[in-house]
């Protein structure tokens, strides 16, 4: 690794964004690595006029802190606080953030507060090498992830640590690069109840809901205008009160696209995307017709 004193200082272009309304985002989520051939920040700043004649006003970058290996979707990440060098180097991303706003499109960063892999120093810090996880006084992981899924080593986002280091990270990305929001990565995941199958650990939790609610203000506190979009998947009930927080949760409409796409009538009705038709009051939903 290499540290480098007396970094070059990024000169902003646009401070003053003024993002879309979130009822008219237009999203393209993209994974760089297979979107261009050279996977890197400088050379899709390139390709923004292609995106903007698509009518794209958002694009929601899969996760590009430093994660294990090169070769990946990046939720896999372990490191929180550095873009991954397979990308190129910060600036880059600073002056690709730089250029969509100069073009009238925000940029939202996908990432991962459920787990890590690879050597993510929180985790090393406190392990248990005879059993391969965290040890059980880790400040930041559980042992054992509490609920049905398990990806990684699982945080405990009830500790105050991991609430402490989280919400410096959620800070950091909205202050030092303006990125316009996130988009949690599975925050079904951020609870401590336990629950051993999926039909249990997607119903209504207040504790999930405190979680993110806190997390959200410290975002908010920042940029009052950020996006918040969750890849939830919940009971209702639980996604109309964070929906009515002012998140926006992924409502699943990728069988009605592809059947309006072909012209059949049958399961081609995106009711389910309009919050109204869920009893919602807000319309805070991101249909998306493919995921990842």
């Known amino acids: 690794s290499v540290f480098q004193t007396q970094a070059p200082i990024y000169n902003w ?7 879309q309304d979130k009822r008219g985002l237009v999203i393209y989520e993209m994974l760089l690595r297979d ?5 890197d920040f400088k050379t899709l700043k390139d390709t ?7 009518g794209v006003n958002a694009i929601e970058l899969m ?3 430093e994660f294990e290996g ?3 979707w990046g939720y896999n990440s372990f490191q929180y606080f550095a873009p991954d060098k397979y990308y190129g180097p910060k600036n880059t991303l600073k002056e690709f953030i730089d250029s969509c706003h100069k073009n009238g499109i925000a940029v939202i960063m996908d990432i991962v507060l459920n ?10 810090l406190y392990y248990d090498a005879s059993n391969n996880r965290p040890a059980a006084n880790n400040p930041w992981y559980n042992p054992v992830a509490p609920h049905a899924f ?4 699982d945080f405990n986002h009830e500790s105050l640590d991991t609430k402490y280091f989280f919400n410096r990270v959620l800070k950091h990305w909205v202050t030092e690069y303006k990125i316009d929001g996130y988009r949690f990565d599975f925050s079904k995941g951020l609870t401590q109840k336990p629950s051993g199958n999926d039909n249990v650990f997607s119903d209504y939790d207040a504790s999930r809901i405190a979680i993110i609610k806190a997390y959200t203000d410290t975002i908010k506190n920042v940029d009052p205008t950020s996006y918040m979009i969750l890849e939830h998947f919940c009971a209702d009930p639980e996604e109309k009160e964070l929906a009515d ?6 409502t699943n409409v990728w069988t009605q696209y592809q059947q309006a796409s072909m012209g059949h009538a049958s399961n081609s009705n995106f009711d389910r995307v309009v919050h109204l038709a869920k009893g919602f009051n807000n319309a805070h939903s991101v249909g998306f017709m493919e995921s990842h």
């Open 63 to 65: 996760p590009w802190t």
């Open 13 to 19: 272009a646009v401070n003053n964004f003024v993002k």
């Open 115 to 124: 787990h890590t892999y690879g050597p993510s120093p929180l985790a090393r």
């Open 245 to 250: 927080y002012g998140l926006m949760t992924w």
């Open 35 to 39: 979107f261009i051939t050279a996977h």
């Open 150 to 153: 398990g990806f990684g080593e």
């Open 48 to 54: 923004l006029s292609y995106l903007k004649r698509l």
């Open 70 to 72: 090169n070769n990946s």
